[in-house]
């Protein structure tokens, strides 16, 4: 009697054990999320198609007659999105003024207007199709030294007291261990705006956007400092601050919000994004693609 007793003891407290980690497993489950609808974001990173201080440039010619073709073609598939919101790469002081240009091409839209590059070729021609009246900006300017660790390897009297191999590689082979990803990344100037765009947005990507922008500085230091990692927490700060302009615009659970940066904001502010209470994330490559 006490041997049964105490198996059906036993057997209840798995089956509460079983009942337990299967709760929590479901808690921890984002898409098992309870509450109100979030806000849908499309998070889309671009190269810049004109002049950049950005340590990697890419030749556009936002005049040739092909080139903006194909920014039409891509602005009619990113509208699929139907934003209510549109976030630009612009500063918020600058919105009263980014918003007369969009003004003016409303007013002629038969040209695109290309004195901002792909913020305003691409990010006014979305905002046309999808009848958005006013656009934001939210970026937010800080310097930083990205290039401190070839300093330091360029001079006689500096080392590297980190990790200079690990720095090295990221540096000169970022996608060492990814030999398909580096290989189409070494023809990205010949490929379609669309296979760019794409590329640009793949998580493999996003994540070399932010090792080459700032993470390989984590492998930088003199001596006893931390040189590098406080001249990428610099990088962090300024998207941290950029996430906090999103936020200060007001925004109704039912908006839709494009966010069109340089990857290396996008692939920043997807951290931000998917462990946020607010937004919800939806793929970018869904609608890159016909």
Excluded: W
């Amino acid at each position: 009697m006490i041997k049964k007793t105490v198996f059906l003891l036993t057997f209840m407290l798995l089956g509460c054990s079983q009942t337990l980690i299967k709760q929590t497993e479901k808690n921890t489950d984002t898409n098992n999320y309870v509450g109100p609808p979030k806000i849908q974001v499309l998070n889309l990173g671009s190269f810049h198609f004109g002049q950049s201080s950005d340590a990697h440039t890419v030749e556009f010619d936002e005049q040739d007659a092909a080139n903006q073709q194909e920014v039409r073609a891509m602005a009619q598939l990113i509208a699929r999105f139907k934003p209510t919101i549109i976030c630009l790469e612009f500063l918020p002081e600058q919105t009263e003024q980014i918003n007369q240009a969009y003004q003016a091409f409303l007013a002629d839209p038969s040209e695109l207007d290309t004195r901002y590059g792909e913020l305003s070729m691409l990010g006014f021609d979305v905002a046309r199709l999808s009848g958005i009246s006013k656009l934001y900006g939210i970026d937010y300017h800080l310097g930083y030294n990205y290039s401190l660790g070839d300093f330091i390897e360029q001079s006689d009297e500096l080392e590297n007291a980190i990790d200079r191999n690990t720095y090295l590689q990221l540096t000169h082979q970022p996608l060492k261990h990814y030999p398909q990803l580096a290989k189409r990344y070494a023809q990205f100037d010949s490929l379609s705006l669309q296979q760019k765009l794409i590329l640009t947005n793949e998580p493999l990507m996003l994540d070399y956007a932010l090792n080459t922008n700032a993470d390989k500085l984590f492998y930088v230091g003199i001596g006893e400092g931390f040189e590098g990692a406080e001249q990428a927490a610099q990088f962090y700060l300024r998207n941290m601050k950029i996430y906090s302009n999103l936020n200060r615009i007001p925004l109704r659970n039912n908006d839709r919000v494009l966010i069109l940066m340089g990857s290396a904001h996008t692939a920043m502010l997807r951290e931000f994004i998917q462990r946020s209470p607010k937004f919800q994330m939806v793929d970018t490559l869904h609608y890159l693609k016909p």
